[in-house]
């Protein structure tokens, strides 16, 4: 299973709050993504204003670490046509991840694929608990979509991606533990690799994980960030040598 960092940025900062609201800075994403590339799978880097302000924000961070860090590196925020997308592949993303711009053009995702290839592309999901289930968020979980996960998932999967990343906004930040109901709906419609994020603050979060064999990846933010989690705690843990929990 891949360990992936999610760096939240927001202009020249690393930022992190809770279910997305009441960001703090934590340092320079740069520094950041250096230092976690020595012992993660994957960085994942969101833009969280670039919705805003109409256009993603990362280009100078993402070329300015591309070059030194051997690590996949997933770009979302903004995102929101073909020239977009190849700018970021061209300053080095190996993917980069749609959610609100999918929304209102979902042939984004295949204009992606088509010329970038399948597994350029991955969908992102921002999902809010709700008495009848779990609802697609926009805009860093700003706004409503009233468009269920279980739609989503089948959706995506028509117009043509090749990963889904779905991020639990409920436990977002709170470090309470991944929402594994919401895991199962996922992992339960999807045929592509399917990575799970929001929650995580302990070893035996990540230890809940295990019994889903076909889970690609794990999303963490906060457990990194604060070092809740240590590097070679991460190692033991991605080996499965870790068996104590």
Known sequence: MRVIARLDVKG??????????????LGNPAEVARR?????????FVDTVAS????????????SVASEIFVPLTVGGGI?????????FK???DKVAINTAGFGAPELFHEIAKNFGLQSVVGSIQAN???????CLTEQGRERTHVSVNDRVRELLEIGIGEIIVTSVDRDGTRNGFDLELLEQVLQFSNVPVVIGGGCGSL????TLRPYETLSGVALASSLHYELIDQDQIRR???????RL
Not at 36 to 44: K, M, T
Not at 52 to 62: D, K, N, S, T
Not at 129 to 135: A, C, I, M, P, R
Not at 237 to 243: F, M, T, V
């Open 36 to 44: 976690y590339a020595s012992f993660v799978d994957e960085l994942f």
């Open 237 to 243: 843990w991605r080996n499965c040598e870790d068996r």
């Open 129 to 135: 608990k709700t008495e009848s289930g779990w609802e």
């Open 91 to 93: 300053l080095g993303a």
């Open 80 to 88: 929101t046509t073909i020239l977009e997308a190849e700018r970021m």
């Open 52 to 63: 805003l302000y109409g256009r993603p924000q990362v280009a100078e961070l993402l070329e």
């Open 204 to 207: 035996e979060h990540l230890e």
């Open 12 to 25: 020249d900062s690393l930022i992190k709050g809770v279910r997305f609201e009441g960001l703090r800075r």
